[in-house]
């Protein structure tokens, strides 16, 4: 199943990077499929509020009401209905791409598992939300749904008087409207709560897509509600069959599914998806790495690592020995073990004259002070007219094919665990230039540190790399496991440019550490 | 390598075909393909109904024995079993079967009402449908019994129901 998943994953790196190009990763629809999906339910719950305003739910007046306001009214009333229709089928197809994209990037288990089980309940909220609103407009098509989902339920054995009895003819009453607009809000609000759930464990999570991508998308639902607006078929005959229906493919899939199968062989399909979903976790995997440790002497309380952990794992305390400062703590359930707090870390730069670097927030499997040693070795190594340093991604294109005599390469867990001290140190250490590299914006293991990393080097964010390193001297080139020879390229025009460049322009003073120098 | 600035044109008609490309997705799959669920010459009978069946055993009365031995607010005379009987059932259409089962009376102590509900699909207009059913555990035969010739029309239902208040079985 892994190949499977790799190979899936190779595409739909393709396919995001393609999209790249043309929206940017800050806009690529892609890279923002839950935003997205937020942003769907948003308009579909803004519109439902003008729509139960003026809806009329006696069992006689529903369908009249409905449709006066999409043919009457349609300026208003059935552009809203067609905006809610569609908002909420864009739900449906960015919810499935979400589902299909975290299980490629195998955001499903290790510390993933939380958000992948509560993710499981929602995909049924979003459908009892979409399908009971069908109900609600009393056509032909939401009485169909309506006996449907009836007759799924009556299979199991929870009624003592089978549901599909409330739909022949005589029974049904204008309360019966009353509870489905009743359930029509109240499952969305509990579809929110569940979302709420379901994002607990990140932080500064993606519930809202760019300002290019909101209103692309919110302009995309407005043409169609013009183009194609939304009409109701005839209205609900208790007496005779609905016989050809224009379906709703992304909702009511499930009705002639089951007159495909049986209510049984249904809740066999739903019930075993389901619990595929549920079981994707407990399936062998690799094991996470050992988790972030803090080294109380060197942490100053900065809460750098507090703000750039993406899933909330570090929690400041109040520091037991010093009144008024804070020490970080490891929340060792929700440490995705990335390495990205290091990296934040202000004791983390190499610069340091101790002879041992400790860090205040640490890599247990990767230490900042054994990185340093690392570069120091394989950068004095280097020979060549230009040597270059470069760090890299392990979820990355792989970095180490790029080592030559030229080349040091230094493969870290994820490349938010990069100090941007060390490319100054590196400058400094005798490397011509430093290229960092890593997973695209959006394609990061750990969510943040392609962007950390950038913002980081570019001085937008602490620690932030001095001003006094020469921008030419420094490369930038994200690259996805399959964009090998794009690294391989940005790489050789790199060290084309600072062959032009000459050896002493623009170039950092050399610096040998007392430590080094003693020692030899 | 395309500027992404959002200015160039190349750049905004990429993202206008994506984005119709996407409203395409959504629209087309929103109403088409059109589902047939029931061909055009077919109709559907429902059989459903929720019935207390009879009491499985007969009533008796107490004896002077019993009752002085129950608490003065118990001492009704009568007593039957709480067990309600099964209702057993037998469709034919056009003499031929159509459906014949059995449907259990609800709780746990099998004193709650017998449910069913099945679907059939005929063609539409003339039958002769033939329903017996049995409340009577106590009796081996069909004590409710109903033959009607019907005409169905296209897309119709019918829906064939048992209850006391209507008399037995009858059609709807």
Redo the contacts between chains.
Sequence with gaps: MDSIRQGGLALLQRIESFFDAFFGAAGNPWRHLGALGFHFLWIALATGIYLFIVLDTGIEDVHTSIEYYTHEQWWLGGILRSLHRYSADGLVVVMLLHILREFLYGRFHGFHWYSWITGVPTVWLVYASGIGGYWLVWDQLGLFSAVASAEWFDWLPIFSTPATRNFLPGVLTDRFFSLLVFLHIGIPLTLMLALWVHIQRISQADVFPSRALALGTFVMLLVLAFVKPTVSHGKADLSVVPTVLHIDWHYLFIHPLMYLTSPAGLWLIAGGATLLLLALPLLPHKKQGPIAVVNPPNCNGCRRCFVDCPYGAIAMLPHPDKPGHELARVLPELCASCGICAGACPSSTPFRSVEQLVTGIDMPQQPVGALRQDMERRIAALSGPVKIAVFGCECAARVGAVEDQGTAVMNLMCTGLLPPSFVEYALRSGADGVLVTGCREGSCAYRFGTQWTEQRLSGEREPHLRPGVPAERLRVAWADRHEMSDLKAALDVFRENLKNLGADEMRLRPYTPRRIAKHG | ??S?S?TNP??MA??AL???L??V???I????P???????DR??I?L?F?YHGEPVGECRERSPEELAKLAPNMRVAKVCPRERSPIRVKVDLDGQPLFEGSAPP?GLSKD??S???R?FEVPAGEHLVSVKMNDNARIADFNLVREEKVTLK????M?I?VRKDHGGIFF?
Excluded: C, N
């Design positions: 390598m395309v992404k959002p190349l750049v990429a993202q994506f984005y119709g996407f409203a997705i959504i629209a799959f929103s109403t088409w059109d589902y047939v669920h029931l061909d055009g109709s559907l429902k459903s929720s609800a709650g009402a449910t069913l509900y679907r296209p897309a119709q239902i829906v129901d709807e």
